[in-house]
């Protein structure tokens, strides 16, 4: 289950990705690479916070952080900021190096932790730049196998969970990882914005709950969707226009395929828009349990569909346009 805040939460796991504007390079040379790695270390020496995994790819970075008391955003705006400008001193450039704003996306620990190291350390594979992980210079993965020093990798938190020694541990770790090579792309760890939450329904809501308690994590206001603020005509409205289809089809009983995708638009958005399912079973005469697999279908439909992801934003986006 996915969905969106924009304030952050102290302790929580984030898998951070960057990339250069308009996917230009950002890393030429070893010693770019280099560089931005030892940037990192100073980062984490001034603003300290737990790194678990890193790729540097030639025009993207991932890292997957798990942050204390100083927010994702002034990490990463003092790691791009500093890279910036060391890259266009070197290359003798102007203008932006990075494509807009960094993606933080909030994730359960407990349920994707090992998943996210095992994806993001097997993004060079996945590429095609090198058969085996290990091979790759530029990510965390040789520093879990112990083939390198750990450096500015806290991979000991992770190996606990693989064994009780360390060298047991490595080992399954490294079975785990060579499990995930026939693992394609996987669209939910990415998602469609920045200050997304990837975690079960009871993980997320909780977490939406504990923002909305405190006010204020990460120096952000947390929005909220109060049940006055939703409003279920443009909801039906902006699908009916998006979708191209009516809204007697898509609150009614058909079944033809672009009838059921217009069904889980209208579900997903009107989650992210604050609505229970209570309220969209109302609106649409359909049961709560109808709408609950709908939305079940939905989601999985938009991790194989990235298009889907897209529309469900553009009728979210439209729906929260002033009057």
């Not at 540097?56 to 900021?81: F, K, P, S, W, Y």
């Not at 450039?93 to 807009?100: A, E, P, T």
């Not at 469900?312 to 929260?320: G, L």
Request: proline share 3%; net charge positive; glycine share 8%.
């Amino acid at each position: 289950m996915a969905r969106k805040t924009r304030a952050e939460v102290e302790g929580g796991l984030y898998h951070v990705i960057t990339r250069g504007n308009n996917r230009r390079r950002i890393f030429h040379s070893p010693g770019d690479y280099e560089k931005f790695l030892s940037l990192v270390a100073v980062q984490k020496a001034r603003l300290p916070f737990f790194l678990y995994a890193y790729c540097l790819m030639t025009n993207h970075v991932h890292l997957l952080i798990e942050r204390q008391a100083d927010t994702i955003g002034h990490i990463m705006h003092r790691l791009l900021t500093g890279y910036s400008q060391y890259y266009n001193r070197r290359y003798r450039r102007v203008g932006h190096l990075f494509q807009g704003r960094h993606k933080a996306i909030l994730c359960q620990s407990d349920r994707y932790l090992s998943e996210l190291v095992r994806y993001i350390h097997l993004n060079p594979v996945r590429a095609k730049i090198v058969d085996q992980p290990e091979q790759y210079q530029y990510s965390g993965h040789r520093a879990y196998l112990g083939l390198e020093p750990a450096g500015i990798v806290d991979a000991d938190p992770v190996l606990r969970h693989f064994g009780v020694t360390k060298s047991s541990a490595r080992k399954a770790y490294r079975q785990f990882v060579a499990a995930g090579m026939r693992m394609g792309h996987r669209e939910e760890f990415y998602l469609a914005e920045d200050g997304q939450i990837l975690g079960t329904e009871e993980f997320v809501d909780a977490t939406i709950h504990r923002i909305g308690k405190t006010g204020r994590l990460g120096g952000s206001r947390a929005p909220r969707n109060s049940p006055g603020e939703f409003k279920a005509e443009v909801l039906l409205a902006t699908v009916e226009e998006i979708s191209g289809i009516r809204r007697e089809e898509f609150c009614g009983p058909g079944k033809h395929a672009s009838t059921s995708i217009a069904k889980e638009l209208f579900v997903l958005a009107g989650c992210q828009l604050g609505a229970s399912l209570k309220t969209l079973s109302e609106i649409t005469g359909m049961s709560s349990a109808a709408m609950s697999r709908r939305k079940d279908a939905g989601r999985m439909r938009m991790r194989q569909n990235e298009e889907i992801a897209k529309l469900v934003i553009r009728i979210v986006e439209r729906c929260r346009q002033p009057d």
